[in-house]
């Protein structure tokens, strides 16, 4: 596994990410600080979060709609933070999320769908899964992947993976708003939404099954099924 790297020339000591981690007399004492700048073993352990209902009831929804097609849901909690948010069908787990969150400034969905466009741009990003293995324990939160952008600092995944805990819990979690959707999506195919009626509802008209422009939602402001 690569630490790093050292000029031997100027004897200074950059870490995966090309963060300066100063200079060094010699590439041993470089390497020391190498291992010092990883993340902490315990950034990986699995974290146990109290159950989100508003997710627990899109979850249901969707897979009940159609479970071949299952959206990525896209959230902002911030102007510089978002997440994507899959339910993925399980065997294994009593329910299961795949998820992203990224952290930059303007963060928008293109991030999401055209990574290539974080580079050179200061960020962190961070993949990690929710999942619950009994049907009324409490969920689990575990780092899967973890990238930050060239000089980006390893404290500021850490700080990300404490912020997506933090707002992925139900008294923060608790409603849908337009605010909180990174763009307008289809809560169940994820296809973009245009028109006002759909954008209402956070339902295309298609799998709404109907182009009426009355607008009763799946989901009420405090996340409540109708």
């Known amino acids: 596994?690569?630490?790093?790297?050292?000029?031997?020339?100027?004897?200074?000591?950059?870490?995966?990410?090309?963060?300066?981690?100063?200079?060094?007399?010699?590439s041993h004492e470089a390497k020391q600080a190498m291992y010092a700048a990883r993340l902490p073993v315990t950034f990986w352990f699995e974290q146990k979060l109290p159950p989100v209902p508003l997710?627990?009831?899109?979850?249901?929804?969707?897979?009940?709609?159609?479970?071949?097609?299952?959206?990525?849901?896209?959230?902002?909690?911030?102007?510089?933070?978002?997440?994507?948010?899959?339910?993925?069908?399980?065997?294994?787990?009593?329910?299961?999320?795949?998820?992203?969150?990224?952290?930059?400034?303007n963060v928008s969905a293109k991030h999401?769908?055209?990574?290539?466009?974080?580079?050179?741009?200061?960020?962190?990003?961070?993949?990690?899964?929710?999942?619950?293995?009994e049907p009324d324990a409490g969920w689990q939160f575990k780092a899967k992947s973890a990238a930050r952008g060239r000089g980006c600092q390893a404290s500021?995944?850490?700080?990300?993976?404490?912020?997506?805990?933090d707002v992925l819990h139900p008294n923060c979690f608790s409603h849908l708003s337009p605010d909180r959707m990174l763009s307008p999506a289809c809560l169940c195919c994820g296809k973009g939404l245009t028109d006002p009626a759909s954008m209402a509802r956070w339902i295309g008209p298609e799998c709404w099954g109907s182009a009426?422009?009355?607008?009763?939602?799946?989901?009420?402001?405090?996340?409540?099924t109708l």
């Open 1 to 26: 596994m690569k630490l790093g790297t050292y000029n031997y020339g100027t004897h200074e000591a950059f870490d995966t990410h090309g963060v300066s981690l100063g200079t060094f007399p010699s």
């Open 55 to 105: 997710l627990q009831q899109l979850n249901d929804w969707v897979i009940q709609q159609n479970e071949k097609r299952l959206p990525k849901w896209k959230f902002r909690f911030a102007s510089d933070l978002a997440a994507q948010i899959q339910s993925k069908l399980t065997r294994k787990h009593t329910i299961l999320f795949e998820g992203i969150a990224i952290q930059t400034e």
């Open 112 to 133: 999401f769908v055209e990574p290539k466009l974080l580079q050179g741009l200061t960020y962190w990003k961070l993949s990690f899964v929710l999942f619950c293995n």
């Open 156 to 165: 500021g995944l850490i700080e990300l993976r404490q912020h997506v805990i």
């Open 212 to 224: 009426s422009i009355n607008i009763p939602r799946v989901f009420k402001a405090e996340g409540e």
